[in-house]
């Protein structure tokens, strides 16, 4: 086991050496969302009975930071160790794909956590935000980070620049994540639109997020977290059989 906590101790040094980056740059993002919608929205929208907008919104916003960054890391990591050609150097080592796959899912994870925790923490300087479950919080902060980490290790194989990378960011992920309730509950959406939610899986892993905060969803949180880990473990065995194949890894 000695090379997987090489490679995941290198996977975490990464985003750790750069923390202002990769850590605080993303809370300070994340906070602009909030003070901005709850200035505009905070009188006009209540989205649960007895609750502020600006509160309601909190759980979206460091759901849609975990995820994001998640991602960031695996898919980061890998596309600039293809672009430079220090990839051969994990290849060349007697690591299984299983292992290089926990590696860079984990440093994900540790990731979007680090960056969660920022956002929560900061947020209670300003805003009273319950927490009424810490168990499903946790379940699916760690669920949703595991599954983005691996669809960030999926799109770190298949791009070959990081151009590639930029457009499935910004045409697969950001929209999933922003057409998810981030910012609104699907309740007030048309019967179409609220059918068509449903087919997002990041819908599902907002929503329950939330639930751990306020115990209410627009979904049984063991509906979405059943959905989350199905995903998750289609996911990975797609991630685990493009790794195992070499996948334009091994050129």
Partial sequence: MTGFFTL???ELLRFWKVGFQTVFAPIVSTLLYLMIFSHVL????EAYPGVAYTVFLVPGLIMMSMLQNAFANSSSSLIQSKVTGNLVFVLLSPLSHTEVFFAYVLASVARGLAVGMGVY?????????PLASFTWVFMFALMGSALLGAIGVIAGIWAEKFDQLAAFQ???ILPLTFLSGVFYTIRSLPPFWQGLSHLNPFFYMIDGFRYGFFSVSDTSPYISLGIVATCFVGVSWLTLLMLKTGYKIRH
């Fill in 42 to 45: 905070e009188e006009h929208v």
């Fill in 170 to 172: 910004n045409f697969v």
């Fill in 121 to 129: 923490l900061v947020t209670l300087a300003f805003f009273d935000v």
């Fill in 8 to 10: 995941l101790y290198k």
